[in-house]
């Protein structure tokens, strides 16, 4: 059945247009708290956290209105991870955990993730049951006059959440001759992400940590990680770690300013998980976008590797299915599942900066742990609504790329989940995939002028 609010990241869209409104901020409120409310009597609680889109605070209020109407109580964190919210949902034991955040897109977007009180993202199947209460007759939810909920602001969530995260470094390791540089995306770590570096005992440079509502992503983050990459030069940094705007995505930076990618990044987690027996099931889950080369240096340790569809959820739930407890994608989400239920950048930049601690090395000795097989990702916009894949000539280019690239290399089109972007990314023999790439890239954009 097709989902009519929510993608593959909850719900999400340019504010004030459909599906992004008020209005159905107050629906998403009243149908989750139905749904969730079904679990038994007594008291039920919400939490809810957001970035530092201006947006936000509309959604906040609008959610919080659905929630106390129908009974939930309601805690409000303020700007805080994604993550924190995934976390604090268990550790408050409440019903339901609310994420107000379009990650990495820009400012004018945003959307809302739903986690339940395990702490996981919803399934389809839950999904689905909460968008058919979001059509449903709205008065069925409302609660007694006597029944409301309440609303609070929780002032120590960011706090509660960073001694949690600090909680997964070795406890006899230390930061201290580090210089790191820490991009924060004017995003919802631009306090804790500093603070949890400097705590543990490094000499940190922070940059763009001034939200205004506006500057989200904007030219900085892991979408832009040659910011950061540039300052680490500037400042002669050991390292640069890169968050995007709710946090669960991490690029790096190498003393030489080379900026290292997720894919990296999981292969060096693997391998030393490897090395220590931490691994389980000697398996990694990633997904469709994933390098080939990464592929070949696991097997070549004798790792498996699992591919998921692309989004953080569609790996976590291939490593619960699995038993496993490392993934991630080569956007830069990472998921250790010894330590959070979801993609993490904090954590994720811990597990990096003890490794590079424990060995001596440099970044830049450390982190290249295989020689990626040429790639090309573009992307192409279209308008919401629009479908250019199903165009004939799209089609028909398509086809004629799989041709091509035969016992040669890999084509994967996809719309994304996230965004009105239909991104193509090919894998092989460079000049041929560029012509492949832009072939089919060229088709696309007609189709969606017409």
């Known amino acids: 059945m097709t989902k009519r609010y929510f993608g593959t990241d909850g719900v999400r869209g340019e504010t004030n247009s ?85 990650s990495h897109n820009p400012y004018k977007d945003n959307g809302i993730k739903l986690f339940g009180p395990d702490g996981f993202k919803l399934d389809d199947a839950a999904e689905l049951e909460i968008e058919a209460l979001m059509d449903s007759d709205p008065a069925e939810a409302l609660a007694a006059p006597a029944d409301l909920g309440r609303a ?73 990680p040659q910011t950061m990459a540039e300052q680490v030069l500037k400042y002669r940094a050991d390292i640069g770690i890169a968050f995007d705007g709710d946090a669960d995505r991490l690029i790096v930076s190498d003393e030489t300013g080379r900026v290292i990618d997720g894919d990296q990044l999981i292969g060096l987690i693997a391998l030393a998980f490897k090395a220590s027996g931490r691994l389980a099931h000697d398996t ?20 498996r590797m699992e591919r998921a569809k692309v989004g953080d959820r569609y790996v976590v739930e291939a490593m619960r299915a699995g038993g496993f407890n490392l993934g991630g994608e080569q956007s830069g989400h990472l998921v250790l599942s ?62 004629a790329g799989e041709a091509r690239l035969n016992g040669k290399g890999r084509l994967l089109v996809r719309k994304s989940g996230t965004e009105p972007l239909i991104r193509v990314m090919a894998e092989g023999e460079r000049k041929l995939v560029a012509h492949v790439v832009d072939d089919i890239c060229a088709a696309v954009s007609a189709a969606a002028r017409a």
């Open 18 to 102: 459909f599906p992004m409104t008020a209005e159905t901020a107050l629906r998403l409120g009243m149908a989750a708290s139905r749904y969730f409310r079904r679990a038994g009597g007594g008291r039920h609680s919400v939490v809810i956290g957001k970035d530092t889109r201006l947006s936000g605070y509309m959604l906040e209020n609008a959610l919080t209105a659905g929630f106390t109407s129908s009974g939930m109580d309601v805690s409000l964190f303020g700007p805080v991870p994604t993550p924190a919210v995934a976390t604090l949902t268990r550790s408050l034991r409440a019903d339901l955990g609310v994420m107000i955040t379009a």
């Open 338 to 399: 010894d330590f959070a239920t979801t993609g993490d950048a904090l954590i994720a930049a811990l597990q990096v900066l003890a490794l590079l601690v424990e060995s001596g090395k440099k970044a830049s000795q450390l982190m290249r742990v295989f020689t990626p097989a040429p790639q090309i990702l573009k992307n192409v916009r279209y308008a919401p609504g629009a479908d250019p894949l199903g165009a004939d000539a799209v089609q028909a280019a398509i086809a």
């Open 152 to 224: 609070k602001r929780v002032d120590d969530a960011a706090a509660r959440y960073m001694e949690i995260v600090k909680a997964t470094f070795p406890r006899a390791m230390r930061l201290s001759n580090l210089r790191i540089v820490v991009d924060c995306a004017h995003g919802a770590a631009y306090k804790v992400g500093p603070r949890i570096l400097w705590e543990l005992g490094a000499d940190v440079v922070p940059l763009n940590i001034d939200p205004n509502g506006f500057n989200i992503n904007e030219e900085c983050g892991a979408v832009s």
């Open 284 to 303: 990694v889950v990633t997904t469709v976008m994933t390098n080939i080369g990464l592929e070949k240096a696991l097997a070549e340790a004798g790792i």
